[in-house]
Protein backbone atom coordinates (compact mmCIF):
# COMPACT_ATOMS: atom_id res chain seq x y z
CA UNK A 1 0.00 0.00 0.00
CA UNK A 2 1.09 3.46 -1.26
CA UNK A 3 1.16 4.51 2.49
CA UNK A 4 3.18 1.91 4.13
CA UNK A 5 6.03 3.70 6.11
CA UNK A 6 7.84 0.46 7.92
CA UNK A 7 11.52 1.34 8.62
CA UNK A 8 13.45 0.77 5.38
CA UNK A 9 17.27 1.45 5.15
CA UNK A 10 18.16 4.48 4.56
CA UNK A 11 19.30 5.41 0.91
CA UNK A 12 22.46 7.33 0.07
CA UNK A 13 23.45 8.33 -3.63
CA UNK A 14 27.16 9.44 -3.22
CA UNK A 15 28.02 11.93 -5.95
CA UNK A 16 31.33 12.99 -6.87
CA UNK A 17 33.24 12.65 -10.87
CA UNK A 18 36.39 10.82 -9.20
CA UNK A 19 35.33 6.73 -8.74
CA UNK A 20 38.40 7.06 -6.26
CA UNK A 21 36.61 9.18 -3.98
CA UNK A 22 33.22 7.18 -4.62
CA UNK A 23 34.92 4.19 -3.59
CA UNK A 24 36.61 5.76 -0.25
CA UNK A 25 32.94 7.03 0.36
CA UNK A 26 31.01 3.79 0.07
CA UNK A 27 33.78 2.21 2.20
CA UNK A 28 33.28 4.59 4.98
CA UNK A 29 29.48 4.55 5.22
CA UNK A 30 29.15 1.12 4.91
CA UNK A 31 26.77 -1.02 6.25
CA UNK A 32 24.65 2.51 6.99
CA UNK A 33 22.09 1.95 4.23
CA UNK A 34 21.74 1.39 0.56
CA UNK A 35 24.50 3.29 -1.47
CA UNK A 36 23.96 4.53 -4.84
CA UNK A 37 26.59 6.20 -6.97
CA UNK A 38 26.79 8.96 -9.51
CA UNK A 39 29.61 10.52 -11.35
CA UNK A 40 28.17 13.66 -12.88
CA UNK A 41 25.06 15.95 -12.49
CA UNK A 42 22.57 14.52 -15.30
CA UNK A 43 23.08 10.92 -13.64
CA UNK A 44 22.31 12.36 -10.08
CA UNK A 45 19.52 13.49 -10.58
CA UNK A 46 17.94 10.70 -12.65
CA UNK A 47 19.11 7.97 -9.89
CA UNK A 48 17.50 10.42 -7.38
CA UNK A 49 14.46 10.17 -9.29
CA UNK A 50 14.20 6.73 -9.57
CA UNK A 51 16.18 5.87 -6.06
CA UNK A 52 14.25 8.76 -3.77
CA UNK A 53 17.01 8.19 -1.32
CA UNK A 54 16.66 9.92 2.02
CA UNK A 55 20.66 11.84 1.78
CA UNK A 56 22.38 12.74 -0.86
CA UNK A 57 26.65 13.56 -0.67
CA UNK A 58 26.86 15.94 -3.26
CA UNK A 59 30.46 16.74 -4.42
CA UNK A 60 31.50 20.43 -5.54
CA UNK A 61 33.75 20.32 -8.48
CA UNK A 62 32.44 18.07 -11.31
CA UNK A 63 32.46 18.61 -15.26
CA UNK A 64 29.53 19.76 -17.01
CA UNK A 65 27.07 20.47 -14.10
CA UNK A 66 28.56 21.82 -10.58
CA UNK A 67 27.34 20.66 -7.01
CA UNK A 68 25.66 23.84 -6.68
CA UNK A 69 23.64 23.38 -9.68
CA UNK A 70 22.71 19.50 -9.22
CA UNK A 71 21.76 20.77 -5.39
CA UNK A 72 19.47 23.61 -7.61
CA UNK A 73 17.32 21.19 -9.70
CA UNK A 74 17.05 18.80 -6.59
CA UNK A 75 15.43 21.65 -4.62
CA UNK A 76 13.29 22.95 -7.12
CA UNK A 77 11.59 19.26 -7.95
CA UNK A 78 8.77 18.55 -5.59
CA UNK A 79 9.84 15.04 -5.55
CA UNK A 80 13.02 15.42 -4.68
CA UNK A 81 13.33 18.41 -2.93
CA UNK A 82 13.03 16.44 0.66
CA UNK A 83 16.59 14.66 0.23
CA UNK A 84 18.98 15.90 3.00
CA UNK A 85 21.86 16.91 1.02
CA UNK A 86 25.39 17.40 2.04
CA UNK A 87 28.32 18.98 0.14
CA UNK A 88 31.18 17.40 0.38
CA UNK A 89 34.48 19.69 -1.49
CA UNK A 90 38.13 20.71 -0.59
CA UNK A 91 36.86 24.24 -0.46
CA UNK A 92 37.55 25.46 2.99
CA UNK A 93 36.22 29.02 3.05
CA UNK A 94 33.60 30.33 4.24
CA UNK A 95 31.53 31.51 0.97
CA UNK A 96 31.69 28.36 -0.40
CA UNK A 97 29.79 26.95 2.97
CA UNK A 98 27.43 29.79 3.21
CA UNK A 99 26.80 29.21 -0.34
CA UNK A 100 26.16 25.42 -0.16
CA UNK A 101 23.77 26.04 2.52
CA UNK A 102 21.84 29.03 0.67
CA UNK A 103 21.99 26.41 -2.26
CA UNK A 104 19.65 24.39 0.59
CA UNK A 105 22.29 21.94 1.72
CA UNK A 106 22.03 20.72 5.33
CA UNK A 107 25.72 20.42 5.80
CA UNK A 108 29.21 20.74 4.34
CA UNK A 109 32.23 18.41 4.98
CA UNK A 110 35.76 19.27 3.73
CA UNK A 111 38.39 17.18 2.42
CA UNK A 112 40.27 15.28 3.22
CA UNK A 113 37.45 13.37 4.83
CA UNK A 114 38.09 12.25 8.27
CA UNK A 115 35.52 8.83 8.37
CA UNK A 116 34.53 8.87 11.88
CA UNK A 117 33.38 12.36 10.98
CA UNK A 118 31.93 11.52 7.93
CA UNK A 119 30.09 9.04 9.51
CA UNK A 120 28.61 10.67 12.95
CA UNK A 121 27.35 13.82 10.09
CA UNK A 122 25.45 11.30 7.97
CA UNK A 123 24.41 9.50 11.05
CA UNK A 124 22.70 12.71 12.73
CA UNK A 125 21.36 13.90 8.96
CA UNK A 126 19.61 10.06 8.48
CA UNK A 127 17.77 10.37 11.78
CA UNK A 128 16.54 13.72 11.39
CA UNK A 129 14.97 12.86 7.77
CA UNK A 130 13.68 10.09 9.37
CA UNK A 131 12.10 12.06 11.70
CA UNK A 132 10.80 14.77 9.52
CA UNK A 133 9.29 11.86 7.08
CA UNK A 134 7.35 10.80 10.26
CA UNK A 135 6.02 14.00 10.96
CA UNK A 136 5.38 14.18 7.54
CA UNK A 137 3.36 11.24 7.18
CA UNK A 138 1.73 11.97 10.61
CA UNK A 139 0.29 15.78 9.55
CA UNK A 140 -0.76 14.28 5.46
CA UNK A 141 -1.66 10.68 6.53
CA UNK A 142 -5.02 9.29 7.52
CA UNK A 143 -4.16 7.52 11.01
CA UNK A 144 -6.48 4.56 10.22
CA UNK A 145 -6.48 4.21 6.21
CA UNK A 146 -3.24 5.65 5.17
CA UNK A 147 -4.34 7.32 2.51
CA UNK A 148 -3.89 11.01 2.27
CA UNK A 149 -6.00 13.28 4.99
CA UNK A 150 -8.27 15.80 3.89
CA UNK A 151 -5.81 18.35 4.72
CA UNK A 152 -3.65 16.72 2.38
CA UNK A 153 -6.25 16.58 0.00
CA UNK A 154 -7.05 20.49 -0.25
CA UNK A 155 -3.17 21.06 -0.32
CA UNK A 156 -2.69 18.72 -3.50
CA UNK A 157 -5.85 19.80 -5.16
CA UNK A 158 -4.82 23.47 -5.49
CA UNK A 159 -1.64 22.52 -6.08
CA UNK A 160 -2.90 20.31 -9.16
CA UNK A 161 -5.90 23.08 -9.95
CA UNK A 162 -3.02 25.83 -10.45
CA UNK A 163 -0.65 23.37 -12.55
CA UNK A 164 -3.75 22.01 -15.12
CA UNK A 165 -4.87 25.89 -15.53
CA UNK A 166 -0.96 26.29 -16.66
CA UNK A 167 -0.75 23.50 -18.69
CA UNK A 168 -4.23 24.20 -20.23
CA UNK A 169 -4.72 20.15 -19.39
CA UNK A 170 -8.41 18.75 -18.26
CA UNK A 171 -8.56 17.71 -14.38
CA UNK A 172 -10.64 14.45 -12.99
CA UNK A 173 -11.96 14.11 -9.85
CA UNK A 174 -13.71 10.94 -8.37
CA UNK A 175 -15.47 10.99 -4.56
CA UNK A 176 -16.95 7.48 -3.58
CA UNK A 177 -19.18 6.79 -0.64
CA UNK A 178 -19.59 3.91 0.87
CA UNK A 179 -23.50 2.06 0.00
CA UNK A 180 -25.62 1.46 3.45
CA UNK A 181 -22.64 1.79 5.51
CA UNK A 182 -24.31 2.71 8.96
CA UNK A 183 -26.14 -0.56 8.83
CA UNK A 184 -23.08 -2.05 8.11
CA UNK A 185 -21.54 -1.00 11.51
CA UNK A 186 -24.85 -1.56 12.98
CA UNK A 187 -25.16 -5.42 11.74
CA UNK A 188 -21.48 -6.08 12.25
CA UNK A 189 -19.53 -3.59 14.83
CA UNK A 190 -17.74 -0.38 14.09
CA UNK A 191 -14.31 -2.78 14.28
CA UNK A 192 -15.29 -4.20 11.24
CA UNK A 193 -16.47 -1.13 10.14
CA UNK A 194 -13.26 0.23 10.73
CA UNK A 195 -11.60 -2.64 8.62
CA UNK A 196 -13.75 -2.27 6.02
CA UNK A 197 -12.90 1.03 5.54
CA UNK A 198 -9.52 0.02 5.41
CA UNK A 199 -9.96 -2.91 2.18
CA UNK A 200 -11.31 -0.29 0.36
CA UNK A 201 -9.12 2.07 1.09
CA UNK A 202 -6.20 -0.27 0.21
CA UNK A 203 -8.39 -1.52 -3.07
CA UNK A 204 -8.51 2.69 -4.26
CA UNK A 205 -4.89 2.60 -3.94
CA UNK A 206 -4.14 -0.68 -5.89
CA UNK A 207 -6.92 0.31 -8.22
CA UNK A 208 -4.90 3.98 -9.33
CA UNK A 209 -2.45 3.03 -12.17
CA UNK A 210 -0.15 6.00 -11.73
CA UNK A 211 1.47 7.25 -8.76
CA UNK A 212 0.57 10.87 -9.26
CA UNK A 213 -3.23 9.48 -9.03
CA UNK A 214 -3.66 10.50 -4.95
CA UNK A 215 -5.99 8.87 -3.02
CA UNK A 216 -7.34 10.52 0.06
CA UNK A 217 -10.32 9.89 3.12
CA UNK A 218 -12.06 12.84 2.46
CA UNK A 219 -14.77 11.78 5.31
CA UNK A 220 -16.18 9.42 7.63
CA UNK A 221 -16.72 6.50 4.66
CA UNK A 222 -15.65 8.83 1.74
CA UNK A 223 -12.55 8.94 -0.20
CA UNK A 224 -11.91 10.97 -3.36
CA UNK A 225 -9.11 10.32 -5.67
CA UNK A 226 -7.41 13.12 -8.01
CA UNK A 227 -6.72 12.08 -11.32
CA UNK A 228 -4.35 14.98 -13.56
CA UNK A 229 -5.03 14.84 -16.91
CA UNK A 230 -7.84 13.41 -17.34
CA UNK A 231 -10.72 14.33 -19.19
CA UNK A 232 -14.55 13.70 -18.46
CA UNK A 233 -14.47 10.56 -20.24
CA UNK A 234 -11.25 9.24 -18.85
CA UNK A 235 -12.59 10.23 -15.31
CA UNK A 236 -16.30 8.61 -15.74
CA UNK A 237 -13.63 5.29 -17.17
CA UNK A 238 -11.73 5.01 -13.86
CA UNK A 239 -15.18 5.30 -11.65
CA UNK A 240 -16.60 2.15 -13.06
CA UNK A 241 -13.21 0.97 -12.82
CA UNK A 242 -13.20 1.89 -9.06
CA UNK A 243 -16.61 0.43 -8.80
CA UNK A 244 -15.82 -2.61 -10.12
CA UNK A 245 -13.15 -3.30 -7.85
CA UNK A 246 -15.01 -2.66 -4.61
CA UNK A 247 -17.23 -5.21 -6.17
CA UNK A 248 -14.62 -7.37 -6.70
CA UNK A 249 -13.38 -7.35 -3.01
CA UNK A 250 -16.94 -9.15 -2.08
CA UNK A 251 -16.77 -7.39 1.58
CA UNK A 252 -20.28 -9.35 2.62
CA UNK A 253 -22.83 -6.66 3.67
CA UNK A 254 -25.91 -9.37 4.41
CA UNK A 255 -28.01 -5.52 5.43
CA UNK A 256 -27.42 -4.35 1.46
CA UNK A 257 -28.85 -5.20 -1.50
CA UNK A 258 -26.44 -7.38 -2.95
CA UNK A 259 -24.89 -9.42 0.10
CA UNK A 260 -21.68 -7.12 -0.41
CA UNK A 261 -20.31 -3.92 -0.05
CA UNK A 262 -21.19 -1.43 -2.53
CA UNK A 263 -20.01 1.91 -3.60
CA UNK A 264 -21.85 5.18 -5.15
CA UNK A 265 -19.11 7.23 -7.13
CA UNK A 266 -19.54 10.90 -8.61
CA UNK A 267 -17.30 12.29 -11.36
CA UNK A 268 -16.04 15.90 -12.36
CA UNK A 269 -13.65 16.66 -15.03
CA UNK A 270 -12.44 19.94 -15.99
CA UNK A 271 -9.94 22.39 -17.64
CA UNK A 272 -9.66 24.35 -14.72
CA UNK A 273 -9.94 28.21 -15.60
CA UNK A 274 -10.97 31.68 -13.96
CA UNK A 275 -14.87 30.94 -13.76
CA UNK A 276 -13.94 27.54 -11.42
CA UNK A 277 -12.36 27.24 -8.35
CA UNK A 278 -11.09 23.82 -6.63
CA UNK A 279 -14.12 24.01 -3.86
CA UNK A 280 -16.53 24.38 -6.98
CA UNK A 281 -14.61 21.48 -8.79
CA UNK A 282 -15.94 19.39 -5.63
CA UNK A 283 -19.08 20.39 -5.16
CA UNK A 284 -19.70 19.46 -8.71
CA UNK A 285 -18.40 15.81 -7.45
CA UNK A 286 -20.33 15.77 -4.30
CA UNK A 287 -23.51 17.19 -6.49
CA UNK A 288 -22.68 13.84 -9.10
CA UNK A 289 -22.57 11.65 -5.71
CA UNK A 290 -25.39 12.62 -5.14
CA UNK A 291 -26.79 11.39 -7.79
CA UNK A 292 -25.57 8.04 -7.80
CA UNK A 293 -27.50 7.87 -4.25
CA UNK A 294 -30.44 8.88 -5.78
CA UNK A 295 -30.16 6.56 -8.80
CA UNK A 296 -30.51 4.12 -6.37
CA UNK A 297 -26.48 3.84 -5.47
CA UNK A 298 -24.17 1.55 -6.53
CA UNK A 299 -23.50 3.09 -9.86
CA UNK A 300 -21.49 6.38 -11.02
CA UNK A 301 -22.44 9.61 -11.87
CA UNK A 302 -20.66 12.44 -13.58
P1 LIG B 1 -25.72 5.88 2.07
O1 LIG B 1 -25.85 4.66 1.23
O2 LIG B 1 -26.77 6.89 1.81
O3 LIG B 1 -24.36 6.48 1.97
O4 LIG B 1 -25.95 5.39 3.57
P2 LIG B 1 -24.90 5.35 4.73
O5 LIG B 1 -25.48 4.57 5.84
O6 LIG B 1 -23.58 4.88 4.22
O7 LIG B 1 -24.72 6.87 5.05
P3 LIG B 1 -24.73 7.68 6.39
O8 LIG B 1 -24.10 9.00 6.05
O9 LIG B 1 -26.11 7.69 6.97
O10 LIG B 1 -23.79 6.89 7.35
C1 LIG B 1 -22.41 6.86 7.25
C2 LIG B 1 -21.92 5.98 8.35
O11 LIG B 1 -20.50 5.83 8.28
C3 LIG B 1 -22.22 6.54 9.71
C4 LIG B 1 -20.93 6.46 10.47
O12 LIG B 1 -21.10 5.85 11.72
C5 LIG B 1 -20.07 5.58 9.60
N1 LIG B 1 -18.66 5.93 9.73
C6 LIG B 1 -18.06 7.10 9.43
N2 LIG B 1 -16.74 7.04 9.71
C7 LIG B 1 -16.50 5.79 10.21
C8 LIG B 1 -15.34 5.12 10.68
O13 LIG B 1 -14.23 5.66 10.71
N3 LIG B 1 -15.47 3.84 11.10
C9 LIG B 1 -16.68 3.21 11.09
N4 LIG B 1 -16.75 1.96 11.50
N5 LIG B 1 -17.79 3.83 10.65
C10 LIG B 1 -17.72 5.09 10.22
MG1 LIG C 1 35.11 16.67 -8.17
MG1 LIG D 1 -21.27 9.45 3.56
MG1 LIG E 1 -22.54 6.04 2.78
MG1 LIG F 1 -25.25 9.39 3.51
Not at 116 to 144: F, I
Not at 211 to 237: H, M, W
Request: charged share 20%; glycine share 4%; aromatic share 6%.
Amino acid sequence: MECDQTALPARMLLVDDSPTNLRFLAHVLHNMGEIFFATCGQDALQIARDKQPDLILLDVEMPAMNGYEVCQHLKQDPALSDAAIIFVTSHQSMEHEVRALEAGAVDFISKPLNPPVVRARVRTHLTLKQQSDKLRQLANRDGMTGVFNRRAFDDMLSVEFRRHQRTRMPLGIAMLDVDFFKRYNDLYGHLQGDDCLRHIAHAIVASSRRPAESVCRYGGEEFIVILPNSDAQQTLKYGHWLREQIHRLALPHQAAELGIVTVSVGVTAAIPDASLSPLQMVQHCDQALYAAKHQGRDCVCL
